[in-house]
């Protein structure tokens, strides 16, 4: 019987070289593919394309795969960079990681995949799929190491996607991982972790934004309507952002111990192109007990029933207990236990049962419970 063909998604990061070894060891015939995604600023010290290129192409002669490169460029400039600046423009802080991994990663990759007789595809993600036998589903969870979990990335993917993916490291915790590249002695076995978002990188994200947005400055204001300040366009700031807001000469009031409580980002009125900012964490404009999503996106094909579950409502948060609802069609609310903070259009909703990841959708409304 012949051996099945995975195309594996290799960055030149640690994760997806590992990732390639793995299957290589469980027996599979494994392919790279290093998906460029980005070229308007491919030379500049920002953008590293060419040197993940030569990790990607090294660590598949030391693991022995063949590997190619594909342009994904217009896709990815098309369906994902496009709609982060609409977003963007419309004073929403989106998370392009998640719409990458539904557009590119999980569908132009997985088409091209499959045109090279692909069986399956993988990535170096850390998540898990499991096929729930009862259900005949397949079933997206979280990664064994929850530091690194990346499901609320991938919370998108469907039956046709999952049912084609393999995640080999959702099963060890990035140490083992680590550990494994070195033992291998791959050439990129320190290398460091990408941060940010895929084509900003480490650049300064104002300066970045400034190239593609309009500017339009307004009035900074304080939650009582006093304006202190201008703001250089409402797509530059999010929701609870607290530095770089350019209102350093503000007056503060004093906490008990006679240091000055911070300012925070707290709402956006784009009709009026004002920002408001608030003093204090615990600010009320800043906790919000429901909200709404749309887009919704349910990896069983179709929404949860209304029942108390978990969610994140950014990367890195903890699950937090809520119960959702149906909100109209491809919508959804939820009302937390406890009052979240500073909960961001624009960024997912991702609902949890356990471990298990159900889907979520693109919040565009929060408010006090």
């Known amino acids: 019987m012949s051996k099945k063909k995975v195309v594996i998604g290799m960055s030149g990061g640690v994760d997806s070289s590992v990732a390639a070894w793995m299957l290589k060891e ?8 290093f998906m460029k995604n980005w070229e308007d600023d491919d030379d500049s010290e920002y953008c590293s394309t060419r040197q993940d290129w030569i990790d990607a192409a090294s660590v598949a002669d030391v693991v022995g795969v063949d590997i190619e490169a594909v342009n994904f460029a217009a896709e990815y400039k098309d369906r994902v960079f496009a709609e982060f600046l609409r977003e963007y423009q419309a004073g929403r802080t989106p998370n392009p990681d998640v719409l990458c991994n539904a557009e590119i990663k999980f569908k132009a990759f997985l088409d091209h995949a499959m045109k090279l007789g692909a069986d399956l595809i993988a990535t170096g993600h850390y998540a898990r799929v499991r096929h729930n036998g009862a259900t005949d589903r397949f079933e997206l969870l979280k990664a064994f190491d929850a530091t690194k979990d990346q499901s609320y990335f991938l919370h ?28 291998l002695q791959l050439p990129n076995a320190q290398k460091k972790d990408s941060t940010g ?6 650049r300064p994200f104002r300066e970045f934004l400034g ?8 009035p900074i204001k304080l939650d009582d309507g006093r304006t202190v300040g201008e703001h250089v366009g409402l797509s530059f700031y999010t929701l609870g952002q607290r530095k770089g807001i350019g209102i350093g000469g503000l007056k503060s009031h004093k ?8 300012w925070f980002v707290a709402r956006k009125d784009i009709a009026s192109n004002t920002l408001y900012i608030v003093q204090g964490h615990d600010h009320p404009w800043l906790l919000s007990g429901e909200l709404g999503a749309g887009q919704a996106s349910w990896v069983a094909g179709a929404a949860p029933a209304p029942r108390a579950l978990s969610a994140k409502t950014r990367y890195r948060q903890a699950d937090v207990a809520c119960t959702v609802a149906p909100d109209g069609p491809d919508r959804f609310a939820l009302r937390f236990d406890a009052p979240q903070w500073a909960v961001t259009p624009g960024q997912s909703a991702v609902l949890y049962d356990g471990d298990v990841c159900l889907g979520g959708g693109i919040i565009d409304r929060a408010s006090a419970a």
């Open 197 to 202: 978002i895929c084509f900003i990188g480490e």
């Open 211 to 218: 190239r593609y947005l309009q500017h339009k400055p307004g």
């Open 156 to 183: 998108r993917l469907n039956q046709a996607q999952l049912s084609k993916a393999l995640f080999p490291l959702g099963e060890i915790p990035k140490t083992e991982v680590r550990k494994i590249a070195e033992k």
């Open 255 to 262: 906490n008990a111990d006679g240091t000055s409580a911070p």
């Open 26 to 33: 469980q027996g599979y015939d494994v392919v790279g593919l």
